[in-house]
């Protein structure tokens, strides 16, 4: 592996960022791990112990190594992106952070969103809100990747690109227990939570998300980019699709003004635009093609 391209996986030893890894050494790379050692990684992988929060004993994990690309899946907040970018720079030639369809989270537009609509120099940072604290980073996911994807952009110590990754489906490891909660409603006929006006959204398939960050990695694009599968998906498509499983089950949607609603019903219409990529040489596949593939895999069903 003399002459093997020298990649590190920050976090993301599960779903996505396991099926990544695979495709890394699939690939001959030379691939280190960096996590806080809660699971180990594949064989034939250097796993280096580090809570990326602690800048100095990530620096010390790290020692003298350096790397062609680093895969970031686990960079959450402003401070981690600012830490990431101090202990990294001069150590790689290339940086991409996983970040979420969540960055468009104010948008509402009826035309698919661009990475354009949400633009890293414009996001103000705040590196002194309480984002240790996880209630406080679970409510603000989105703005928490939209900040660290700002530090990035404001002093561009590293060639970085932050792939904004639609909702992701299928896989019988997905732990998020999103589909899981359809299935248990249809099933039992439970009345499912949506928004009056409930809007579309991008998906992507979990194998085609860890094939768009493996083909990111090589490549030398900078800035924002959108991976989406074709196609925007309802919840009643998903509904029809997670029902197919289940025919003695009964999909019944209640229409809920204010409060919380199913975990794939929108008040906002944000669908991701993939023009990008696809200009730049990715191929997505179809959101309806894969579906009922992805809701198969999940619920642990044949076909």
Not at 29 to 36: G, I, K, S, Y
Not at 165 to 191: E, K
Not at 198 to 227: K, M
Request: aromatic share 8%.
């Amino acid at each position: 592996m003399e002459n093997a391209r020298k990649t590190l996986v920050v976090g993301g030893n599960r779903y996505v960022g396991r099926r990544l890894i695979d495709r890394l050494l699939a690939a001959g790379d030379d691939v280190t791990v960096l996590n806080r050692g809660s699971s180990p990684p594949p064989p034939d992988v250097r796993h280096l112990v580090a809570d990326r929060d602690d800048e100095e004993a990530l620096t010390a994990a790290l020692g003298d190594l350096s790397f062609d690309v680093v895969v970031d899946q686990v960079c959450y907040t402003p401070r981690q992106a600012a830490t990431a970018r101090r202990v990294l720079a001069g150590r790689t030639r290339r940086y991409v952070m996983t970040s979420t369809v969540e960055v468009y989270e104010y948008e509402d537009s009826i035309a698919p969103v661009r990475e354009t609509d949400v633009d890293p120099l414009d996001v103000p940072v705040d590196l002194e809100l309480p984002w240790q604290n996880p209630e406080f980073l679970d409510a603000h996911y989105g703005e928490g990747k939209r900040q660290a994807e700002a530090v990035f952009a404001s002093d561009p110590a590293l060639e970085w690109t932050a792939v904004r990754v639609a909702h992701v489906l299928g896989g019988a490891d997905d732990f998020t227990g999103r589909l899981a909660h359809y299935a248990d409603r249809i099933r039992t006929g439970d009345p499912i939570a949506v928004p009056p006006a409930n809007r579309p959204a991008t998906y992507i398939h979990v194998d085609e998300a860890a094939g768009f960050l493996f083909w990111a990695a090589g490549q030398t694009f900078t800035g924002p980019v959108n991976a989406a599968s074709h196609q925007a998906l309802t919840t009643e498509e998903l509904c029809e699709a997670v029902g197919a499983h289940f025919p003695d089950g009964k999909t019944v949607f209640q229409e809920v003004e204010v409060g919380e609603v199913s975990p794939f019903s929108f008040r906002r219409c944000y669908p991701m635009d993939n023009s990008r990529a696809v200009r730049l040489g990715h191929t997505f596949g179809n959101a309806r093609q894969w579906l009922g593939r992805a809701v198969a895999e999940t619920l642990g069903k044949d076909g």
